[in-house]
Protein backbone atom coordinates (compact mmCIF):
# COMPACT_ATOMS: atom_id res chain seq x y z
CA UNK A 1 0.00 0.00 0.00
CA UNK A 2 1.20 3.64 -0.88
CA UNK A 3 2.08 6.08 1.62
CA UNK A 4 -0.34 8.57 0.16
CA UNK A 5 -3.04 5.81 0.04
CA UNK A 6 -2.57 5.04 3.69
CA UNK A 7 -4.60 5.68 6.57
CA UNK A 8 -3.81 8.06 9.53
CA UNK A 9 -3.99 6.11 12.54
CA UNK A 10 -7.64 6.90 14.77
CA UNK A 11 -7.18 9.33 17.79
CA UNK A 12 -7.18 7.51 21.11
CA UNK A 13 -10.21 9.21 22.56
CA UNK A 14 -10.39 9.72 25.79
CA UNK A 15 -13.61 9.76 28.04
CA UNK A 16 -13.47 12.22 31.25
CA UNK A 17 -16.40 11.36 33.79
CA UNK A 18 -17.65 13.30 36.18
CA UNK A 19 -20.76 13.20 38.35
CA UNK A 20 -22.30 15.31 40.07
CA UNK A 21 -24.82 16.65 42.84
CA UNK A 22 -25.48 19.79 43.13
CA UNK A 23 -22.39 21.13 43.43
CA UNK A 24 -21.35 24.51 42.38
CA UNK A 25 -17.57 24.22 42.28
CA UNK A 26 -18.16 21.87 39.44
CA UNK A 27 -17.81 24.96 37.22
CA UNK A 28 -13.98 24.87 38.35
CA UNK A 29 -13.53 21.31 37.55
CA UNK A 30 -14.40 21.51 33.97
CA UNK A 31 -12.37 24.82 33.77
CA UNK A 32 -9.48 23.16 34.56
CA UNK A 33 -10.45 20.25 32.01
CA UNK A 34 -11.21 22.79 29.40
CA UNK A 35 -6.90 23.66 30.33
CA UNK A 36 -5.62 20.33 29.99
CA UNK A 37 -2.61 19.35 27.88
CA UNK A 38 -4.35 16.94 25.66
CA UNK A 39 -2.24 13.67 24.78
CA UNK A 40 -0.63 13.70 21.92
CA UNK A 41 -2.52 11.39 19.05
CA UNK A 42 -5.49 11.58 21.53
CA UNK A 43 -8.30 13.47 21.77
CA UNK A 44 -11.12 14.28 24.69
CA UNK A 45 -14.98 13.87 25.39
CA UNK A 46 -15.97 14.83 28.87
CA UNK A 47 -19.17 13.23 30.14
CA UNK A 48 -21.30 14.84 33.50
CA UNK A 49 -23.32 12.50 34.82
CA UNK A 50 -26.35 14.59 37.32
CA UNK A 51 -26.83 12.50 40.03
CA UNK A 52 -30.10 14.56 40.97
CA UNK A 53 -33.65 13.89 40.93
CA UNK A 54 -33.93 17.07 38.97
CA UNK A 55 -31.91 17.58 35.56
CA UNK A 56 -30.63 20.78 37.88
CA UNK A 57 -27.30 21.19 36.40
CA UNK A 58 -28.32 20.93 32.65
CA UNK A 59 -28.34 24.25 31.97
CA UNK A 60 -25.06 25.24 33.50
CA UNK A 61 -23.83 22.27 30.90
CA UNK A 62 -25.38 23.53 27.99
CA UNK A 63 -24.32 26.83 28.50
CA UNK A 64 -20.98 25.91 28.85
CA UNK A 65 -20.68 23.37 26.24
CA UNK A 66 -20.92 26.34 23.30
CA UNK A 67 -17.18 27.97 24.42
CA UNK A 68 -15.79 24.21 25.47
CA UNK A 69 -12.34 22.86 23.80
CA UNK A 70 -14.09 19.33 23.91
CA UNK A 71 -16.84 17.42 23.71
CA UNK A 72 -19.36 18.10 26.71
CA UNK A 73 -21.96 15.33 26.98
CA UNK A 74 -24.79 16.01 30.09
CA UNK A 75 -26.35 12.99 30.96
CA UNK A 76 -29.63 12.78 33.73
CA UNK A 77 -28.64 9.92 36.06
CA UNK A 78 -30.84 9.81 38.92
CA UNK A 79 -31.05 9.75 41.59
CA UNK A 80 -28.72 10.28 44.72
CA UNK A 81 -27.08 7.04 44.66
CA UNK A 82 -23.30 7.75 43.06
CA UNK A 83 -22.94 4.36 41.90
CA UNK A 84 -26.08 4.97 39.13
CA UNK A 85 -23.94 8.22 37.93
CA UNK A 86 -21.05 6.37 37.85
CA UNK A 87 -22.42 3.11 35.74
CA UNK A 88 -24.37 5.44 33.99
CA UNK A 89 -20.75 7.27 32.85
CA UNK A 90 -19.66 3.66 32.15
CA UNK A 91 -22.27 3.43 29.91
CA UNK A 92 -22.32 6.21 27.80
CA UNK A 93 -18.01 6.11 27.55
CA UNK A 94 -16.79 5.09 23.85
CA UNK A 95 -13.60 5.91 24.14
CA UNK A 96 -10.25 3.90 24.35
CA UNK A 97 -10.18 5.14 28.43
CA UNK A 98 -11.84 6.30 30.52
CA UNK A 99 -11.10 8.75 33.02
CA UNK A 100 -12.73 10.05 36.79
CA UNK A 101 -12.27 12.82 38.66
CA UNK A 102 -14.67 14.66 41.03
CA UNK A 103 -16.34 17.70 40.76
CA UNK A 104 -14.85 18.88 43.45
CA UNK A 105 -11.32 18.86 42.24
CA UNK A 106 -9.45 20.63 39.64
CA UNK A 107 -6.73 18.66 37.68
CA UNK A 108 -3.48 20.29 36.83
CA UNK A 109 -2.21 20.47 33.15
CA UNK A 110 -0.07 17.46 32.74
CA UNK A 111 -3.05 15.30 34.54
CA UNK A 112 -3.99 12.89 32.20
CA UNK A 113 -1.11 12.84 30.02
CA UNK A 114 0.98 11.19 32.99
CA UNK A 115 -2.11 8.74 33.93
CA UNK A 116 -2.16 7.89 29.97
CA UNK A 117 1.32 7.83 29.71
CA UNK A 118 2.07 5.18 33.09
CA UNK A 119 -0.86 3.28 30.88
CA UNK A 120 0.71 2.73 28.21
CA UNK A 121 4.03 1.79 29.85
CA UNK A 122 2.26 -0.46 32.02
CA UNK A 123 -0.61 -2.17 30.63
CA UNK A 124 -2.50 -1.66 33.61
CA UNK A 125 -6.10 -1.80 33.67
CA UNK A 126 -6.61 1.28 35.75
CA UNK A 127 -3.90 3.84 37.13
CA UNK A 128 -4.48 6.13 39.77
CA UNK A 129 -3.26 9.60 40.30
CA UNK A 130 -2.65 11.21 44.15
CA UNK A 131 -5.21 14.38 45.09
CA UNK A 132 -3.19 17.05 46.98
CA UNK A 133 -5.67 18.37 49.85
CA UNK A 134 -5.15 22.37 49.64
CA UNK A 135 -6.37 23.84 52.86
CA UNK A 136 -7.80 27.16 53.94
CA UNK A 137 -6.57 29.39 56.71
CA UNK A 138 -9.15 28.07 59.15
CA UNK A 139 -8.22 24.43 59.09
CA UNK A 140 -6.07 23.33 62.20
CA UNK A 141 -2.71 22.80 62.24
CA UNK A 142 -2.25 19.70 62.99
CA UNK A 143 -4.65 18.58 60.28
CA UNK A 144 -2.07 20.61 57.87
CA UNK A 145 0.73 18.67 59.06
CA UNK A 146 -1.02 15.00 59.25
CA UNK A 147 -2.42 16.12 55.54
CA UNK A 148 -5.09 14.66 56.87
CA UNK A 149 -7.25 15.25 53.67
CA UNK A 150 -5.11 14.22 50.50
CA UNK A 151 -5.63 10.77 48.96
CA UNK A 152 -2.98 8.39 47.61
CA UNK A 153 -2.90 4.37 46.75
CA UNK A 154 -2.39 2.12 49.20
CA UNK A 155 0.23 -0.51 48.91
CA UNK A 156 0.29 -4.54 50.23
CA UNK A 157 3.31 -6.49 49.59
CA UNK A 158 4.18 -4.19 46.33
CA UNK A 159 1.09 -4.36 45.05
CA UNK A 160 -1.92 -1.76 44.95
CA UNK A 161 -5.17 -4.14 45.62
CA UNK A 162 -7.89 -1.45 45.11
CA UNK A 163 -8.28 1.95 44.29
CA UNK A 164 -10.65 5.42 44.11
CA UNK A 165 -12.58 6.81 41.38
CA UNK A 166 -11.30 10.79 42.30
CA UNK A 167 -7.92 10.12 39.85
CA UNK A 168 -8.10 7.14 37.78
CA UNK A 169 -7.78 5.84 34.86
CA UNK A 170 -9.74 2.95 33.10
CA UNK A 171 -8.42 1.08 30.04
CA UNK A 172 -11.97 0.37 28.53
CA UNK A 173 -11.18 -2.61 26.68
CA UNK A 174 -9.74 -4.50 29.50
CA UNK A 175 -11.51 -7.55 29.80
CA UNK A 176 -11.39 -6.87 33.73
CA UNK A 177 -12.45 -3.82 33.42
CA UNK A 178 -15.42 -4.03 30.16
CA UNK A 179 -18.83 -5.00 31.81
CA UNK A 180 -17.89 -4.37 35.38
CA UNK A 181 -20.38 -1.94 37.28
CA UNK A 182 -20.18 -0.25 40.59
CA UNK A 183 -22.81 -1.74 43.13
CA UNK A 184 -25.88 -0.09 44.01
CA UNK A 185 -25.47 -0.97 47.25
CA UNK A 186 -22.67 0.96 47.81
CA UNK A 187 -24.20 4.11 46.16
CA UNK A 188 -25.63 5.60 49.40
CA UNK A 189 -22.94 5.47 52.13
CA UNK A 190 -19.91 5.25 49.98
CA UNK A 191 -17.43 2.68 49.00
CA UNK A 192 -18.36 1.51 46.17
CA UNK A 193 -15.22 2.69 44.50
CA UNK A 194 -13.22 0.22 46.70
CA UNK A 195 -15.70 -2.20 46.05
CA UNK A 196 -15.01 -1.59 42.40
CA UNK A 197 -11.53 -1.85 42.75
CA UNK A 198 -11.11 -4.80 44.86
CA UNK A 199 -12.96 -7.24 42.69
CA UNK A 200 -10.96 -6.01 39.50
CA UNK A 201 -7.92 -7.14 41.19
CA UNK A 202 -9.17 -10.27 42.25
CA UNK A 203 -10.29 -11.10 38.93
CA UNK A 204 -7.04 -10.27 37.73
CA UNK A 205 -6.70 -6.77 36.94
CA UNK A 206 -3.23 -4.71 37.18
CA UNK A 207 -3.73 -1.15 39.02
CA UNK A 208 -0.71 1.01 38.29
CA UNK A 209 0.17 4.74 40.08
CA UNK A 210 1.11 7.71 37.68
CA UNK A 211 2.73 10.17 41.03
CA UNK A 212 3.19 12.55 39.22
CA UNK A 213 -0.84 13.12 37.93
CA UNK A 214 -1.84 15.17 40.18
CA UNK A 215 -5.66 16.64 40.69
CA UNK A 216 -6.31 19.48 43.31
CA UNK A 217 -8.90 19.61 46.02
CA UNK A 218 -10.67 22.67 48.01
CA UNK A 219 -11.04 21.22 51.89
CA UNK A 220 -13.87 23.54 52.86
CA UNK A 221 -14.57 24.61 56.30
CA UNK A 222 -17.25 21.93 57.00
CA UNK A 223 -14.85 19.09 56.12
CA UNK A 224 -11.99 20.63 58.15
CA UNK A 225 -13.16 19.27 61.15
CA UNK A 226 -12.24 15.61 63.53
CA UNK A 227 -15.69 15.08 63.57
CA UNK A 228 -15.66 14.78 59.67
CA UNK A 229 -12.63 13.16 59.70
CA UNK A 230 -13.86 10.50 62.36
CA UNK A 231 -17.05 9.92 60.36
CA UNK A 232 -14.92 9.16 57.02
CA UNK A 233 -12.44 6.61 58.51
CA UNK A 234 -15.51 5.14 60.14
CA UNK A 235 -17.14 4.33 56.99
CA UNK A 236 -13.98 3.12 55.28
CA UNK A 237 -13.61 0.76 57.72
CA UNK A 238 -17.18 -0.33 57.66
CA UNK A 239 -16.24 -1.10 53.81
CA UNK A 240 -13.74 -2.80 54.35
CA UNK A 241 -15.44 -4.82 57.21
CA UNK A 242 -18.24 -5.78 54.94
CA UNK A 243 -16.10 -6.70 52.11
CA UNK A 244 -14.17 -9.02 54.43
CA UNK A 245 -17.16 -10.71 55.67
CA UNK A 246 -18.79 -11.04 51.98
CA UNK A 247 -15.33 -13.04 51.63
CA UNK A 248 -14.94 -15.21 54.71
CA UNK A 249 -16.28 -17.86 56.55
CA UNK A 250 -17.94 -17.19 60.12
CA UNK A 251 -14.67 -18.76 61.58
CA UNK A 252 -12.13 -16.09 59.48
CA UNK A 253 -14.63 -13.35 60.14
CA UNK A 254 -14.81 -13.79 63.64
CA UNK A 255 -10.50 -13.69 63.40
CA UNK A 256 -10.96 -10.40 61.64
CA UNK A 257 -13.10 -9.13 64.01
CA UNK A 258 -10.38 -9.97 66.76
CA UNK A 259 -7.01 -8.63 65.23
CA UNK A 260 -9.22 -5.19 63.93
CA UNK A 261 -10.18 -4.62 67.71
CA UNK A 262 -6.48 -5.63 68.37
CA UNK A 263 -5.75 -2.63 65.77
CA UNK A 264 -8.12 -0.28 67.15
CA UNK A 265 -7.10 -0.77 70.54
CA UNK A 266 -3.34 -0.27 69.72
CA UNK A 267 -3.77 2.86 67.79
CA UNK A 268 -6.27 4.23 71.09
CA UNK A 269 -3.32 3.27 73.51
CA UNK A 270 -1.00 5.15 71.56
CA UNK A 271 -3.26 7.93 71.41
CA UNK A 272 -3.37 8.62 74.88
CA UNK A 273 0.47 8.57 75.08
CA UNK A 274 0.62 11.00 72.22
CA UNK A 275 -2.02 13.08 73.81
CA UNK A 276 -0.37 16.77 74.31
CA UNK A 277 0.90 16.57 70.18
CA UNK A 278 -2.23 16.70 67.75
CA UNK A 279 -0.67 16.19 65.07
CA UNK A 280 0.30 12.64 66.40
CA UNK A 281 -2.13 11.79 68.86
CA UNK A 282 -5.08 12.80 66.18
CA UNK A 283 -3.95 10.71 63.44
CA UNK A 284 -4.04 7.62 65.78
CA UNK A 285 -7.20 8.83 66.74
CA UNK A 286 -9.00 8.22 63.60
CA UNK A 287 -6.63 4.94 62.55
CA UNK A 288 -8.26 3.28 65.79
CA UNK A 289 -11.59 4.89 64.14
CA UNK A 290 -11.02 3.26 61.11
CA UNK A 291 -10.62 -0.34 62.72
CA UNK A 292 -13.36 0.05 65.01
CA UNK A 293 -15.49 0.83 61.86
CA UNK A 294 -13.85 -2.51 60.17
CA UNK A 295 -15.52 -3.99 63.17
CA UNK A 296 -18.69 -2.33 62.71
CA UNK A 297 -18.71 -3.86 58.78
CA UNK A 298 -18.09 -7.18 59.80
CA UNK A 299 -20.84 -7.77 61.99
CA UNK A 300 -23.21 -6.16 59.77
CA UNK A 301 -24.14 -2.82 61.26
CA UNK A 302 -25.53 -0.25 59.55
CA UNK A 303 -23.63 1.52 57.13
CA UNK A 304 -23.47 5.50 57.68
CA UNK A 305 -25.42 7.43 54.40
CA UNK A 306 -22.90 9.70 53.01
CA UNK A 307 -24.55 10.06 49.50
CA UNK A 308 -27.87 11.86 48.48
CA UNK A 309 -28.63 13.46 51.86
CA UNK A 310 -29.79 17.13 51.73
CA UNK A 311 -29.51 19.71 54.20
CA UNK A 312 -31.00 23.18 54.09
CA UNK A 313 -27.00 24.85 55.02
CA UNK A 314 -25.17 22.45 52.38
CA UNK A 315 -23.60 23.47 49.28
CA UNK A 316 -24.44 20.62 47.66
CA UNK A 317 -26.45 17.41 48.07
CA UNK A 318 -23.46 15.09 49.25
CA UNK A 319 -22.89 14.62 52.64
CA UNK A 320 -20.22 17.20 54.16
Known sequence: M?????????PLLIDICICTFRRRALADTLASVARLDVPDGARLRVIVADNDVTPSARDRIDAMAEGFPHELLYIHAPAR????????????????????????????????RHLLDRALATGADAVLGPVRAVYGPGAPGWMRRADSHSTF??????????????????????????????????GRSGGEDTDFFTRLHEAGGKIAYAPEAWVEEIVPESRARFSWLARRRFRTGQTHGRLLAGRSAVGQRLAHVGL???????????????????????????????????????????EIRQYGSVSPTAE????A
Open 2 to 10: STASAKAPS
Open 81 to 112: NISIARNACLDAGGGNFLAFIDDDETATRPWL
Open 153 to 186: PVWVRGEIRTGYTCNVLLKAASPFVEGRRFVLAF
Open 260 to 302: ASLKAGYCFAIASVLCPIAARRNPSILRGTMHVGVVAGLLGLR
Open 316 to 319: HGNA
